[in-house]
């Protein structure tokens, strides 16, 4: 009875130990674009390819309330009326 109530007690604590380490509490990648998106770009390398439109009060200002991880870098796809969809490059990647 003894040894059952330890090796039942080392299984329990493996697991506890095992669930620590679980990709659930892993922050997520930062990098990658998903499917469609171009980039990680800067926002200049923006700018200059998708250029905003005249009177455009600061598009710089614009496109860093889209950046979560804050390393100047997103992800954009351009639209059909002229507009382009941002996000950020933190965990697209793996879409």
């Known amino acids: 009875m003894r040894v059952r109530t330890i090796v039942v007690s080392g299984l329990l604590a493996g697991g506890m130990i095992a669930s620590f380490g679980s990709p659930a509490n892993a922050k997520p990648p930062v990098g990658g674009c998903g499917r469609g998106f171009l980039g990680p770009l800067t926002f200049a390398e923006i700018i200059e390819q998708f250029p905003p439109p005249p009177g455009f009060p600061d598009p710089e200002g614009a496109l860093n309330s889209f950046d979560a991880n804050d390393d100047d870098r997103l ?3 351009g639209l059909p009326n002229g ?6 490059n933190n965990a697209v990647g793996r879409l």
Do not use: R
């Open 75 to 77: 992800c954009v796809i």
């Open 83 to 88: 507009d382009i969809n941002v996000v950020d």
